[in-house]
């Protein structure tokens, strides 16, 4: 192979590096490249997730405050089933004093 064979060779080496390097560089900006009507549909998804956010902050605030109140009314009836399971205890004694003493005076 002489000089100019090798010269030429190597162009057409070069010129075909070239041109696959410019149609790989083609192919991934058109397959990469984001069209302006993505870009609105983007924005708006943002939009739209932020607000699902805020959405999801505000439900999760009343429900741990729903939370709070209702098991501050559990612990309200509990106590109050407390003082009355109490009051019912206190009421039957009573009443069995009673009848003891009425069955005592029945009898005597």
């Not at 607000?51 to 009343?62: G, V």
């Given at each position: 192979?002489?000089?100019?064979?090798f010269i030429i060779a190597t162009a057409i080496v070069l010129f075909v590096?070239?041109?696959?390097?410019?149609?790989?560089?083609?192919?991934?900006?058109?397959?990469?490249?984001?069209?302006?009507?993505?870009?609105?549909?983007?924005?708006?998804m943002a939009q739209e997730l932020h607000?699902?956010?805020?959405?999801?902050?505000?439900?999760?605030?009343?429900m741990q405050q729903r939370e709070a109140e209702l098991t501050n009314q559990l612990s309200q009836t509990e106590a109050e089933l407390?003082?009355?399971m109490d009051g019912l205890r206190e009421?039957?004694?009573e009443a069995e004093e009673l009848r003891?003493?009425?069955?005592?005076?029945?009898?005597g």
């Open positions: 192979m002489n000089r100019t064979e590096a070239f041109c696959l390097g410019w149609f790989a560089y083609w192919l991934i900006h058109k397959f990469t490249r984001v069209a302006q009507s993505d870009i609105g549909e983007l924005e708006r607000e699902a956010e805020e959405a999801r902050d505000q439900a999760i605030t009343y407390s003082a009355t009421a039957r004694r003891a003493y009425i069955e005592r005076q029945n009898a």
